[in-house]
């Protein structure tokens, strides 16, 4: 397994991770376009997290506090285990960064943080930095709304 799609599966991001893992033996403009699309208006799911929280918007800014809370750690973790090399400790951290990302209902950072699991999964670090990258961009594109949505709750 090289890749992860959230439950329950868009079309969208199992395209973006159909090309992640393409762009794996490949191009960088394959990257690039991915990338691109991670960093899209879909960034969060509002609706699908109003309907999990049943519309308690007080609830949907708690779980953005403290999602954005626990990030800048996870993030640190996943970044020293990228510099490190350590397969085991970023399978560990985007493991979890997924779930958390899911669970918000941000599928896009989701997806990317679930190709950085299957890459510590896999022990085979290449594009590991790649994955990083577009971890990264669809965190900036994930960040402002879930401050707004904290400031609304």
Not at 2 to 24: C, H, N, W
Not at 122 to 137: F, M, P
């Amino acid at each position: 397994m090289d890749g992860f799609v959230p439950k329950p599966i868009q079309a969208t991001t199992l395209l973006q991770t159909m090309e992640y893992l393409a762009s794996r033996s490949g191009a960088d403009s394959a990257i690039v376009a991915t990338s691109d699309k991670l960093a899209g208006s879909d960034a969060l799911d509002e609706a699908a997290l109003m309907k999990l929280v049943g519309g308690d918007r007080g609830l949907a800014g708690e779980l953005a506090e403290l999602f954005l809370e626990d990030l800048e750690p996870r993030l640190t973790e996943i970044t020293a285990a990228v510099q490190g090399l350590d397969a085991d400790r970023l399978r560990s951290a985007a493991h979890a960064l997924r779930g958390s990302a899911g669970s918000l209902r941000a599928e896009n950072v989701s997806a990317a943080a679930g190709a950085l699991e299957a890459i510590g999964r896999s022990g085979v670090l290449d594009g590991v930095q790649h994955a990083l990258e577009a971890l990264n961009i669809a965190l900036a594109s994930l960040r402002p709304r879930l401050v707004e949505l904290a400031a609304r709750g």
